[in-house]
Every structure is written in C-alpha cells, then in structure tokens.
Nanobody, 115 residues
Framework: VQLVESGGGWVQPGGSLRLSCTVS????????MKWYRQVPGKERELVAG????????HYEDAVKGRFTILRDYVKSTGHLQMDNLKLEDTAVYYC?????????WGQGTQVTVSS
C-alpha cells in the first residue's frame, strides 16, 4: 500500500484547507484511513479517521464540528476538509492506512495557520 498526500499550505485563522490521501489500489483494500498531526517536540496525535467498508467516522474533540471526512471511492481517495482553522491546528499532517496488522504512512504535509 502506498499513500500519496496532497493539500495543505498556509491559511489565516478561520480559513479552510483540504487534505487528500490517495491509496494505491482501492479504498476497499484497507481497513481504516486516519489522519494524524505532529508539531515539533510533541508526539504524533490522532485527528480523524474512517472505515472504508462502513459508515464509521471518528473525530477527535479538538476538531469535531470543524473537520469533515469525505470519501471518493472512484479515485481511491480520502479527503479531510478542514474549516474554521485555528492557530493550534498548525502541524504536519500525516495520512495513515491500516491493512491487517500493517500500517502505512503518507509523506506528510504542512498546514500553517497564522495571521
């Protein structure tokens, strides 16, 4: 499984960005897709995730109501729509895919929220 991330960039507080994570093959090939983020000096933390084979979607409290997961099965892509971004959302965001007991990571993309 290979993951290719896109999106990210710089935005002012209150703005929006969309992250995309494309899976080699199909979304049906993986058990779960998640997004994590990490800032320097801190551990990587879970942001949101979904199970392609079902309707389950999870959001951490810090992003609930502001971030939305979108699924494109035709393009084998998961999107993380991030709205009303805050300064504290600044981080490198990583896409993760679970397949059985294996974990796969995207290359990471920088999201910077500043005025």
């Amino acid at each position: 499984v290979q993951l290719v991330e896109s999106g990210g960039g710089w935005v002012q507080p209150g703005g929006s960005l969309r992250l995309s994570c494309t899976v080699s093959g199909s979304l049906w090939d993986i058990n779960a897709m998640k997004w994590y983020r990490q800032v320097p000096g801190k551990e990587r933390e879970l942001v949101a995730g979904f199970i392609p084979a079902g309707s389950n979607t999870h959001y951490e409290d810090a992003v609930k109501g502001r971030f939305t997961i979108l699924r494109d099965y035709v393009k084998s892509t998961g999107h993380l729509q991030m709205d009303n971004l805050k300064l504290e959302d600044t981080a490198v965001y990583y896409c993760n895919a679970e397949q059985g007991q294996d974990n796969y990571w995207g290359q990471g993309t920088q999201v910077t929220v500043s005025s």
